[in-house]
């Protein structure tokens, strides 16, 4: 049903955030690394689906012990580079010719769900250049003066959204997107895409629980958000 599509599942980043040794991706949720279980999500969500994972070259041979010793069948694995946009650009190099939708996914995101990722991927079928997952803003939020970083200014939050991932594009789109030169305002593939002037990228709904796992107390939040919602 879904063979049309391929995930990128992004996971060479160091973590330097994140303060172990073990970039966070890699570190163990309910006994298992955070990245099987963002891995396994996708693979449930949209069975036929294959799997790009990104992991950087210095990795790897870590990953297939990993892979032996939870008895996890990898994706095709491609290298990462210095910036996510190269990272990406590194995986879509392993899409396949005849897929036609793309979703990208942050590895470090083990807790999304069946229904923020299909939401995407159906959103892209039905006709969209792309989609992406977003949830509205609990905090207040200011905006930095630029003559005085230390004072802001308090905004609307209700014109914002914060952003997620997977977000999903046409597959030529996304190509000619990664053609064009690395910016280092982009944050998200959904900014690569609005940069090459593809523009009609629709919201769909994220997840509160589809947390990034950022600091290592994220790490102690996804366990207990696994233990009351993922049974
Ligand atoms: O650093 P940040 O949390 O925004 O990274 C989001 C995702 O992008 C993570 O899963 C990380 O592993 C991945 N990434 C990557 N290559 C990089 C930097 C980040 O694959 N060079």
């Not at 966070?24 to 790009?52: E, S, Y």
């Amino acid at each position: 049903m879904y063979a049309g599509t391929t995930h990128i599942v992004v996971a060479a980043g160091s973590g330097s955030r994140f303060g172990s040794g073990l970039p966070k991706q890699f570190c163990l949720l309910d006994g298992r690394p955070v990245v099987m279980h963002a891995i396994d999500a996708l693979r449930r969500a949209t069975p036929g689906a294959p799997v790009v994972l990104v992991i950087s070259g210095p990795m790897l041979g870590m990953w297939r012990e990993l892979c032996e010793r939870h008895g996890f069948e990898s994706p095709a694995v491609a290298f990462g580079g210095a910036s996510r946009w190269e990272s990406v650009r590194n995986g879509l190099a392993l899409v396949s010719s005849d897929c036609t939708i793309v979703a990208i996914h942050d590895g470090a995101r083990p807790l999304v769900t069946p229904e923020v990722v299909r939401a995407v991927v159906d959103e892209v079928a039905a006709g969209a250049q792309g989609a992406v997952p977003a949830v509205p803003v609990t905090d207040s939020l200011r905006r930095l003066e630029c003559d005085a970083p230390s004072h802001g200014r308090a905004v609307d939050r209700s014109e914002y959204v914060a952003v997620q991932t997977p977000q999903a594009f046409r597959r030529d789109l996304l190509d000619l997107a990664y053609s064009r030169p690395f910016q280092s305002r982009f944050t998200d593939d959904a900014s690569v895409m609005e940069a090459a002037g593809f523009t009609d990228l629709r919201l769909t709904p994220g997840s509160p629980v589809n947390i990034k796992i950022t600091n290592p107390d994220d790490l102690a939040v996804a366990e207990i958000i696994l233990s009351r919602h993922c049974q």
